[in-house]
């Protein structure tokens, strides 16, 4: 079945950096958009960025010029590396891939940006 995993979240101080991490098992990964999405307390989960099987990259206004996102196809695994991070950046952050029309999550890893 898939399986998405994340890791790499923790605790950075305002302007500190995070690579967080999504490994991924259960489907033909390369030839799938994956997106990273994240859910802060009190708010609604949001998306933060898209990588398509071609590489092509796609970013919320929130995570221009801050975030990259990437894919390792050969390690079927999606990557955000988060610089300049912000307070309001504290939230969980999820991987996700929409596959014959059905949204698989992984658990989620927890960012905490405090000084």
């Known amino acids: 079945q898939v399986q998405l995993v994340e890791s790499g979240g923790g605790s950075v101080q305002p302007g500190g950096s995070l690579r967080l991490s999504c490994v991924t098992s259960?489907?033909?990964?390369g030839f799938w958009p994956m997106k990273w999405y994240r859910s802060a307390p009190g708010k609604e989960r949001e998306?933060?960025?898209?990588?398509?099987?071609?590489?092509?990259?796609k970013y919320a206004d929130l995570a221009k010029g801050r975030f990259t996102i990437s894919r390792d196809n050969a390690k079927d695994t999606v990557y955000l590396e988060m610089n300049s991070l912000k307070p309001e950046d504290t939230a969980v952050y999820y991987c996700?891939?929409?596959?014959?029309?059905?949204?698989?999550w992984g658990r989620g890893t927890q960012v905490t940006v405090a000084s």
């Open positions: 998306w933060v960025a898209t990588i398509y099987s071609t590489g092509t990259m």
């Open positions: 259960g489907f033909a990964f």
């Open positions: 996700n891939v929409f596959r014959n029309n059905l949204n698989f």
